[in-house]
């Protein structure tokens, strides 16, 4: 029986979270995952509530599924994003933060190209605030839902062997994964070319791998993170060819991993580069199993924080 | 601290309790258990096993939690602990009973009709209970008691299990 109480209006990063508070979420997941299996797939309990999303950045997934969770929990959302609103005429991030909330919204859900926006957010609106990605800061309900996942289909994160591969410096995802699993006793170790992982990450308390055939052996969960064509081509490795020879996880590459080994990616997958089709949609993939999941933390999250008194 | 049941008589309650449903609903056709987190969870497992004893069948038996439905949800100081809802059976013309270890306000109760309503329509919903202790605030009433305890508005009512609590005993206490 966890003893923990939730006293968060905001959740910024899983660094600021104890260990109790990663797994009180975790539980109350637990419960909200069963609303979703119903015939009516809605509860009452932020009836009254409103919820913003709002997104300065490009998300689908992420959005979706945050409005789905409120929406499940009879919250009115609203959506707002940065094209096509004031902020392209030149407003602030706490201008348009503060006019929002004078529409009596109880929580913000944001996600900014900014690492650090939504700690910045959290202390000039009296809303909740909740991360959705900051920039390469971190993405907690990411992170949450991906320990959840690995937690549904392990049992247990202690002692676990977690190989995080891909772009280490740009992923807010891999920030996230790497403060919520340790705090909760699971061995992490980071995997990708050398100019893609952060210079002194080890003191985060992982290790680091630079080669995908070694680190992949023994480890229990690997989870892939996504190369941003969009910004890396070119600068920090020769080709997306080349990445996906080195470090994509093709059919061959799986032979030597464990056999009962779940891969994991936080979608939107390139497939063929850092992950082969056969692989995304194989036995051992729950990349879509994440996404459900993903539903049911963020309803834990939006229920808690929002619960309580602003 | 007052005791009002100790171990034999929580048994002999519970025995007579599902007689009583057995007697009420002429057996065990469409009938099935609901029971409320977290006490009224094992009372509803118990009677399960007195009903299968005496009618030789095992009813369909689920766990609901309330707290997503209760009024006083945004009011309460403590944010409640969101426990599991287990219901793998279908509900459409059952008759539901549900179980919860103390009537009180009856506000418990209201809440649990409407997560029932949710999951869908049976045909008749009744309430089992342990401990009747008074003061409704609003109209509901039990269908079967385990016993009545006239109590004061500033006495609680502790039910013990062996399962959460290491013992077998029904209290009253001044706050």
């Known amino acids: ?310 | 601290m007052k005791l009002v049941l100790d171990s034999p008589s929580i048994d002999r309650a519970v025995t007579r309790m599902a007689h009583e449903i057995l007697e009420k609903n002429k057996g065990t056709q469409d009938l099935c258990l609901m029971g409320i987190q977290t006490r009224g969870v094992i009372l509803a497992q118990r009677l399960k096993t007195q009903i299968q004893r005496i009618a030789k069948v095992e009813v369909p038996t689920g766990i609901l939690d309330i707290n997503l439905y209760r009024d006083d949800l945004t009011r309460v100081a403590e944010q409640p602990v969101i426990h599991k809802t287990e219901i793998n059976f279908d509900l459409a013309n059952k008759i539901v009973v549900l179980v919860d270890d103390v009537l009180y306000t009856g506000r418990t109760i209201r809440a649990a009709l409407d997560a029932l309503t949710d999951f869908g329509r049976p045909k008749r919903i009744e309430v089992a209970i342990l401990i009747d202790r008074g003061h409704r605030e609003l109209p509901i009433r039990a269908d079967f008691v385990g016993k009545n305890i006239p109590t004061n508005e500033d006495e609680i009512v502790h039910v013990r299990f062996t399962e959460t609590d290491g013992k077998e005993e029904v209290t009253v206490d001044q706050k």
């Not at chain 1, 994003?81 to 109880?106: C, F, H, P, R, Y």
């Not at chain 1, 910045?120 to 907690?140: F, M, Q, R, T, W």
């Open chain 1, 1 to 310: 029986m966890t003893e923990t109480s939730w006293t968060r209006k905001d959740l910024l990063a899983l660094e600021d979270l104890s260990k109790e508070e990663i797994e009180l979420i975790l539980k109350t997941a637990e419960s909200f995952k069963e609303v979703s299996a119903r015939e009516v797939k809605k509860v009452p309990a932020l009836r009254g509530k409103s919820i913003a999303n709002l997104f300065f950045e490009a998300s689908t997934r992420t959005r979706t599924s945050f409005e789905v969770a409120a929406k499940r929990l009879s919250a009115d959302t609203i959506n707002f994003s940065s094209s096509g609103s004031s902020t392209s005429k030149g407003e602030s991030l706490s201008d348009t933060a503060k006019n929002i909330e004078a529409m009596q919204v109880d929580t913000i859900v944001m996600r900014h190209s900014s690492s650090g926006s939504a700690e910045y957010l959290s202390k000039v609106v009296k809303a909740g605030v909740i991360n959705a990605g900051d920039g390469i800061h971190e993405h907690p309900t990411q992170g949450l839902l991906d320990i959840f996942t690995i937690k549904e289909k392990k049992k247990n994160i202690t002692g676990l062997k977690v190989c995080l591969i891909g772009d280490i410096l740009h992923s807010r995802v891999a920030r996230s994964n790497i403060w919520g699993l340790t705090k909760l006793g699971a061995k992490v170790t980071v995997c990708g070319p050398p100019t893609l992982i952060p210079r002194g990450i080890e003191k985060l308390g992982v290790s680091v791998e630079y080669d995908v055939d070694k680190a992949i052996k023994d480890q229990d969960v690997l989870n892939i993170l996504r190369i941003q064509l969009e910004r890396q081509a070119g600068a920090f490795f020769p080709s997306i060819r080349e990445y996906a020879a080195e470090y994509g996880i093709s059919v061959d590459r799986m032979k030597k991993a464990k056999s009962d080994v779940i891969i994991m990616h936080p979608g939107p997958i390139n497939r063929g580069v850092e992950l082969a089709a056969e692989v995304a949609d194989g036995a051992n993939s729950v990349i879509l199993e994440q996404v459900t999941n993903g539903i049911a933390v963020r309803m834990a999250v939006l229920f808690l924080t929002t619960m309580v008194e602003r």
